[in-house]
């Protein structure tokens, strides 16, 4: 087994049925992950110890999903100068999802964190395989073909639809 490239960290096992929509494309795209779950408020000792070590064991960039009060992405950022994508996950239905839109999303400037939709770990696999595409031509080739998929998938329904 390839060492982890990108590492998926969620709040609770709750937000796994999200989540596991980053390891499935990861998985789809080649790209070599690891998941687990960290709270940034019921293990905060585990968070600090996850983003302090995410680069020495070779990771390249992590995935951080929480709802609600969702400080995970934000707080990770804060510890590593690994990219980190945050993804909203919406957990309750109180407020929509605004709660973790907005509590990942408006970070201060210094500590970036890059935000999918809300549920939206398909993309933050995505993305995460294009940071590590940059310098993986492997991982960029594999990509080309999920996107030349995803225009052929279109024209086949133009081309339904104009017969
Ligand atoms: C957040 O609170 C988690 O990320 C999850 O989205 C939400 C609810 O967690 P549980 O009460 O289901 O553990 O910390």
């Known amino acids: 087994m390839a060492a982890p490239k990108v590492g998926i960290i969620m709040g609770s096992k709750s937000d796994l049925p999200v989540m596991q929509q980053a390891a499935d494309i990861l998985d789809d795209l080649g790209v070599s992950f690891e998941l687990t779950i960290v709270s940034a408020h019921r293990t905060p000792h585990r968070m600090v110890e996850y983003a302090e070590g995410a680069r020495s064991k070779g990771l390249q960039v992590i995935i951080a999903g929480a709802g609600g009060a969702a400080h995970l ?91």
């Open 73 to 163: 992405p934000g707080m990770v950022a804060s510890l590593t100068t690994l990219p980190v994508i945050g993804v909203p996950v919406k957990s309750s239905n109180s407020i929509d999802g605004w709660d973790s839109i907005l509590s990942i999303l408006q970070m201060p400037g210094g500590i970036p964190v890059a935000t999918v939709a809300l549920d939206g770990a398909k993309n933050a696999g995505i993305l995460a395989a294009e940071i590590v595409g940059a310098t993986d031509n492997s991982i960029a080739d594999n990509l080309q073909q999920y996107k030349d998929g995803l225009r052929d998938k279109v024209m086949e329904s133009v081309k339904s639809l104009e017969k």
